[in-house]
């Protein structure tokens, strides 16, 4: 089953940096769309749609409007002040309120990245309902209508 579109989206600042390049400050309006593969239950379901619908859109919400902050990311030099956060990259220098970052624990704020980070949080949202009959998920992060990226996570491992 998947659910996509509607409203699993979000709209962020980042940069990435690459081999010892750093992009510039730019945003995205991206797309989310979660998979998940399993038998079908007792009640002939696979999974409650509206169950995945729900806790996806709770992270969503949580990046939504925010500079994606990777704070596993070797080549930034990052200082949290008290009321923001310091960001340093070789001569390049950001500044941003601490109500205006979410802090991700990645290396970057890739899409493939973003779609990892977002599967681990909702298989942990998803810890509370019955999933002893999925095996697998698949999140896909779309940063624009032609560029996705896509994470999967074995479920019965």
Known sequence: MKVEGGYLNFSSAHFITYSGKCER???????????VEGELGPDNLVFDFTVLKKRTKEICQHLDHRFLLPLR????????????????????????????????????????LLAQYICEELCQLLEEYPTAGLHNIMVGVEEAPTQMAY???DLQG
């Open 151 to 153: 994470y999967q996570k």
């Open 25 to 35: 400050l730019h945003g995205h309006n991206y797309g989310v769309l979660v998979e």
């Open 73 to 112: 990311n070797p080549q930034l030099e990052l200082t949290r002040l008290p009321d923001a956060w310091d960001i340093r990259f070789k001569e390049k220098h950001y500044v941003f309120p601490l109500a205006d970052v979410v802090e991700l624990p990645i290396e970057n704020s890739t899409a493939e």
